[in-house]
């Protein structure tokens, strides 16, 4: 770890007479954007429940048929039959269901919420028993009168349906194919597993429960895309993967992950840099720590990963586990130059900040240029001491798990 006379931490998390960097940027449950999009969630959820209730008059319209059996047999058409498309399940995903979500930078930049929509039906030869096309149909037609009551508007996007919801905010609708078998089999589980008179499971969201998600095969389901019908996707795996990275290293991973996506918001209105690949590079700089961060000096662990970030993006090869496709795998030779730089200039910043300097000053100085205009102008927060090694490693190792695949980094 570096030797370093600065104590930059309380501006980052633990200021008292005003907000912290953390505070700032943060969006808590209860907090008015996190109220909103609760809100749309619910009343978006409602209007496709109750489209899919009312399938069997739904279905009997000849253009709902044309579009959910595009290109299928009659094989397809029968399955449907005799399993009828009543039932639907979500799953909150992204960065509303990790609490990683952030107040935007810039005026342009929107706060999000993805809800999977998990739709159970027949599987033949492998394949979804309708048209991706059909079912983003339903979708749309389910939500029409929610969204125009409510003055929103909606998009289609290759593999969701995005809901503008106003004030810098959308809801994205990504649908996706649960064989209905495979479906069966973790209700039946369920069934064993809950008490009736103490769950009302009939509202469970089935996906969510993490147990029983994690039973339901990956081949069994597939994501929606309107120009490629179905393709393999379950953000569940990865949901499943990052809790347990918060096991072993603890409320701190997600709080340097916050101050990441600032950093990135700071830097770009809408770049390349996506939460899901700045996720993956956090856990990854955590995992070349070796031990198990302490909770109490966010300022180091943030430089800690800023000196390893450039490498890593250099590097390239995103991914959180070796099966999976790489992240930044469609980046382009100056889209990568381009992040590189900005992460180098990032790592300048943050170790002008607390490593070659010892006036408070210049310390607030270098992290506003870093971080920008919302990370507090308070010099007096910030703790100037005799030079030594600042322990920020607990002495207990976390257990070890295998590193995200993003190249070799380098230690500062």
Same mark, same amino acid.
């Given at each position: 770890m570096?030797?370093t006379?600065?104590?930059?931490?309380?501006?980052?998390?633990g200021?008292?007479?005003?907000?912290?960097?953390?505070?700032?940027?943060?969006?808590?449950?209860?907090?008015?954007?996190d109220?909103?999009?609760?809100?749309a969630?619910?009343?978006?959820r409602?209007?496709?429940?109750?489209?899919?209730?009312?399938?069997?008059?739904?279905?009997?319209?000849?253009?709902v048929?044309?579009l959910?059996f595009?290109?299928?047999?009659?094989?397809?058409?029968?399955?449907m039959?005799?399993?009828?498309?009543t039932?639907?399940?979500?799953?909150?995903?992204?960065s509303f269901a990790y609490q990683?979500?952030?107040r935007?930078a810039k005026?342009?930049?929107?706060?999000?919420?993805?809800d999977?929509?998990?739709?159970?039906?027949p599987?033949?030869?492998?394949?979804?028993?309708?048209?991706?096309?059909g079912?983003?149909?339903?979708?749309?037609?389910?939500?029409?009168?929610?969204?125009?009551?409510?003055?929103w508007k909606?998009?289609r996007?290759?593999?969701?349906?995005?809901v503008?919801?106003?004030?810098?905010?959308?809801v994205?609708?990504?649908?996706?194919?649960?064989?209905?078998?495979?479906?069966e089999r973790?209700?039946?589980?369920?069934?064993e597993?809950l008490?009736p008179q103490? %769950?009302?499971? *009939?509202? @469970?969201?089935?996906?969510?429960?993490s147990?029983? +998600?994690?039973?339901?095969e990956?081949a $069994?389901? &597939?994501?929606?895309?309107?120009?490629k019908?179905?393709?393999?996707?379950?953000?569940?795996?990865?949901?499943?993967?990052?809790v347990?990275?918060l096991d072993?290293?603890?409320?701190?991973l997600?709080?340097?992950?916050?101050?990441?996506?600032?950093?990135?918001?700071?830097?770009?209105?809408?770049?390349?840099?996506?939460?899901?690949a700045l996720?993956?590079?956090c856990?990854s700089?955590?995992?070349?720590?070796?031990k198990?961060?302490?909770?109490?000096?966010d300022d180091l662990?943030?430089?800690?990963?800023?000196?390893?970030?450039?490498?890593?993006?250099r590097?390239?090869?995103?991914r959180?586990r070796d099966?999976?496709?790489?992240?930044?795998?469609?980046?382009?030779?100056?889209?990568r130059?381009?992040?590189?730089?900005?992460? %180098?200039?990032? *790592?300048h @910043?943050?170790?002008?900040?607390l490593?070659?300097n +010892?006036?408070a000053?210049l310390?607030? $100085?270098? &992290?506003?240029?870093?971080?920008?205009?919302r990370?507090p102008?308070?010099p007096?927060?910030?703790?100037?001491?005799?030079?030594?090694?600042?322990?920020?490693?607990?002495?207990?190792?976390p257990?070890?798990v295998?590193?995200?695949?993003?190249?070799s980094?380098?230690?500062g």
């Amino acid at each position: 770890m570096a030797d370093t006379l600065v104590n930059a931490n309380a501006l980052f998390h633990g200021l008292k007479r005003e907000p912290s960097f953390h505070k700032k940027i943060t969006i808590a449950a209860g907090d008015v954007e996190d109220v909103m999009l609760r809100s749309a969630r619910k009343k978006l959820r409602d209007a496709i429940r109750a489209q899919f209730a009312r399938y069997s008059q739904v279905i009997k319209s000849e253009r709902v048929r044309q579009l959910l059996f595009e290109g299928r047999g009659h094989a397809f058409r029968d399955a449907m039959d005799k399993y009828p498309l009543t039932t639907v399940r979500f799953l909150t995903q992204g960065s509303f269901a990790y609490q990683l979500l952030v107040r935007p930078a810039k005026p342009e930049q929107e706060i999000d919420l993805d809800d999977g929509v998990y739709v159970p039906m027949p599987f033949v030869g492998g394949k979804p028993a309708v048209s991706s096309k059909g079912l983003f149909d339903l979708l749309e037609t389910a939500i029409a009168d929610v969204v125009a009551s409510n003055g929103w508007k909606f998009e289609r996007k290759d593999t969701c349906v995005r809901v503008l919801i106003g004030k810098g905010a959308h809801v994205d609708l990504p649908v996706y194919a649960v064989e209905a078998k495979e479906f069966e089999r973790v209700r039946d589980l369920l069934d064993e597993q809950l008490d009736p008179q103490q %769950e009302d499971w *009939r509202g @469970f969201d089935l996906v969510t429960a993490s147990a029983l +998600g994690r039973q339901i095969e990956a081949a $069994k389901i &597939l994501l929606a895309h309107r120009e490629k019908d179905w393709e393999p996707s379950d953000p569940k795996q990865f949901s499943d993967w990052f809790v347990e990275q918060l096991d072993l290293y603890g409320p701190s991973l997600r709080r340097i992950i916050r101050y990441l996506k600032a950093w990135r918001d700071n830097s770009w209105v809408d770049g390349e840099l996506k939460s899901m690949a700045l996720m993956i590079l956090c856990v990854s700089a955590f995992f070349d720590l070796e031990k198990r961060p302490s909770d109490d000096r966010d300022d180091l662990l943030v430089l800690e990963v800023a000196r390893r970030l450039p490498q890593m993006i250099r590097q390239g090869s995103i991914r959180w586990r070796d099966d999976k496709p790489c992240l930044d795998q469609n980046w382009s030779l100056e889209v990568r130059d381009e992040i590189a730089a900005k992460a %180098e200039a990032f *790592r300048h @910043f943050v170790e002008s900040a607390l490593v070659r300097n +010892g006036v408070a000053e210049l310390t607030v $100085k270098h &992290l506003r240029s870093a971080f920008g205009d919302r990370f507090p102008d308070a010099p007096e927060s910030v703790q100037i001491g005799v030079a030594s090694r600042v322990a920020v490693l607990r002495d207990t190792k976390p257990v070890t798990v295998p590193q995200p695949n993003v190249g070799s980094s380098i230690s500062g």
